[in-house]
């Protein structure tokens, strides 16, 4: 069965240094997945997905993730934190159909 | 403009008073879905359409049930809500059934039962 853990409920950095979220998943064949972005009071919104095409996948608001199949990780950087990347994110995979698995969520805090 | 809309955006009720929570969507998606959100679970699908008249239960169905007997819409039913069905809930619609596919998400219903 499909699983995805998140290590760090809560992450804090400084304003210009780098994120870095992480992301483990569980999966019986090579899955697809993704990282969503959650704003304050917002819906989730999608930052980039890894389909097999390439294992570095970039997305919006220059954050990228790297597919690692050896290390079952999927994890979430950005070179440089700004104040508005403050939100909560998700990781989440899917194997067959379009139902997502979802970890359990890090909040990401950007201190000035 | 392309969009999953939710309503109502907050709701407290009483344990026992049915309530539906509508979620339509305008970019004709074949894939609709609800999820609840809880703190340290993220979220956790309820129940899913790949089409008009046809729905499967997701994960947590128990206390739910949905329609989908036109293709925008999905609204979600709890019949008999109860406490432990707080909540923020989102729809989500897809272009298909296909896995890959983005998920759009509704902006999210904030359910409180006492």
């Known amino acids: 069965a499909q699983s995805v853990t998140q290590l760090g409920s809560h992450v804090s950095v400084s304003e210009g240094a780098l994120v870095l979220l992480r992301c483990n998943y569980s999966?019986?064949?090579?899955?697809?997945l993704f990282w969503y972005v959650q704003y304050p009071n917002q819906g989730l919104q999608l930052l980039l997905k890894y389909t097999s095409a390439a294992t570095l996948v970039k997305g919006i608001n220059g954050f990228e993730a790297e597919f690692k199949k050896s290390e079952t990780s999927f994890h979430l950087t950005k070179p440089s934190a700004h104040m508005s990347d403050a939100a909560e994110y998700f990781c989440?995979?899917?194997?067959?159909?379009?139902?997502?698995?979802f970890g359990a969520g890090t909040i990401l805090r950007v201190k000035s | 403009e392309a969009q999953v809309t939710q309503n109502p955006r907050y709701l407290i009720t009483v344990t026992g008073k049915k309530l539906t929570v509508t979620c339509s969507q305008n970019?004709?998606?074949?894939?609709m879905s609800w999820y609840r959100q809880d703190p340290g679970l993220g979220l956790r699908q309820i129940y899913y359409?790949?089409?008009?008249?046809?729905?499967d239960k997701g994960d947590v169905p128990e206390g739910y049930k949905v329609s989908r007997k036109e293709k925008r819409n999905f609204p979600l039913i709890l019949e008999s809500p109860s406490p432990n069905q707080t909540s923020l809930y989102f729809c989500?619609?897809?272009?298909?059934?296909?896995?890959?596919?983005?998920?759009?998400f509704g902006q999210g219903t904030r359910l409180t039962v006492v």
């Open positions: 359409s790949m089409n008009v008249e046809v729905t």
């Open positions: 970019m004709n998606h074949e894939y």
């Open positions: 989440a995979v899917t194997e067959y159909g379009n139902k997502l698995v």
């Open positions: 999966s019986s064949v090579p899955p697809y």
């Open positions: 989500a619609s897809s272009p298909t059934r296909q896995a890959g596919t983005e998920a759009f």
